[in-house]
């Protein structure tokens, strides 16, 4: 913890300290020279023997006031508030597809590795956006719920990894699904990033996912990830991370993915999305984010984030306190004199 939130300020206090010096002791050279000029000095003498003489305690009390203030605009700062702030966002969740599928290499290193890079650059330039992600195969699940925490965002697509949940297959209806569910609390248009190769092991639930997702007004954004020729899926790695064998089918057969582009189209088209066949991360992300335009902003809590609590009042009330005692404090006790003399 910092005590201070700018303790810059502190070191101003020992110039301003050394100005303040400087100017009061000009001030009493030049008050000097002038009085001897006008009155000389054993006049001078006599006419001001009277007055309070300055007292020490109330120099004191003047400087340590300055201080005070200083360490006011320092913000001195202890102890820890929750802080909630509301905002205009618009809504957004990424489903990534995490089957075994996409260990693919057809896009080097691996279809994977691109989709996870890609995000990793649309997160940063939708900053302040609020954005859920979903890992999927044939079920979806929630890896991180809808928010506005772009770090939290960027950690989870880190941790995406083929066949990281416990169920085979793929399901385009899954995330879908589970998207309008994540977003029906919303208004307006929302939108769903659907990363895949598209192949769909249960295509009959295809027509009833568009559906809901039209009834929840999300736009689908489908991007296509590999090539049309596929390519074969590894499947086991030595200790040095090389592929050692690849996915066969029940008969021993070396399974080929391929992209399956119709599928995705469908589902873009139908909910008035778009379909984007992944090229670059770069374009891809750019390409996702000017296909964002367009959505409905909505009322919602950002991130709630942990804050010292700024005390600066309480140096700033000893600070006026101390220079109201300077202005109040009498200037030393008065001389006592005898009738018709002065001392």
Not at 13 to 29: D, E, S, T
Not at 56 to 80: K, M, Y
Not at 84 to 105: L, Y
Not at 113 to 122: E, G, P, T
Request: aromatic fraction near 8%.
């Amino acid at each position: 913890m910092n005590l201070f939130a700018k303790p810059i300020y502190l070191l101003y206090f020992i110039p301003a300290l050394l100005v303040l010096l400087l100017a009061v002791w000009l001030g009493n050279k030049r008050k000097k020279h002038y009085t001897q000029l006008l009155f000389g000095a054993q006049v001078y003498q006599k006419l001001t023997a009277s007055l309070r003489q300055t007292s020490a305690a109330r120099t004191v009390f003047f400087l340590v006031g300055i201080f005070f203030l200083f360490v006011s605009l320092a913000g001195p700062q202890w102890g820890t508030e929750i802080v909630e702030t509301e905002g205009q966002f618009i809504q957004t969740v990424i489903a990534v597809d995490v089957s075994a599928s996409m260990r693919a290499q057809d896009l080097a290193p691996d279809r994977l590795s691109n989709a996870k890079q890609m995000l990793q650059m649309l997160v940063n330039q939708l900053q302040n956006e609020r954005i859920g992600i979903i890992a999927f195969t044939s079920q979806a699940f929630i890896q991180c719920p809808i928010t506005t925490d772009a770090d939290a965002l960027s950690s989870f697509i880190e941790r995406l990894q083929p066949d990281m949940l416990p169920v085979p297959g793929t399901s385009l209806a899954a995330p879908v699904t589970l998207a309008a569910r994540m977003l029906s609390p919303y208004p307006g248009k929302k939108a769903l990033i659907l990363l895949t190769d598209g192949e769909d092991h249960s295509p009959e639930e295809l027509k009833q996912a568009i559906e809901i997702a039209r009834q929840n007004n999300i736009r689908i954004i489908a991007i296509g990830i590999g090539t049309a020729q596929g390519a074969i899926i590894p499947d086991r790695f030595d200790k040095n991370g090389h592929v050692i064998d690849y996915k066969k089918d029940k008969e021993g057969k070396t399974v080929v993915s391929k992209l399956d582009e119709k599928t995705l189209v469908e589902l873009a088209k139908n909910t008035e999305g778009a379909y984007i066949a992944y090229s670059s991360p770069a374009r891809v992300a750019g390409e996702v984010e000017t296909s964002l335009k367009g959505l409905d902003r909505s009322t919602a809590k950002a991130a709630a984030h942990r804050v010292y609590k700024n005390r600066y009042s309480l140096p700033l009330f000893l600070g006026l306190l101390c220079i109201a005692v300077y202005l109040l404090w009498p200037r030393g006790r008065k001389t006592h004199t005898k009738k018709g003399t002065i001392k």
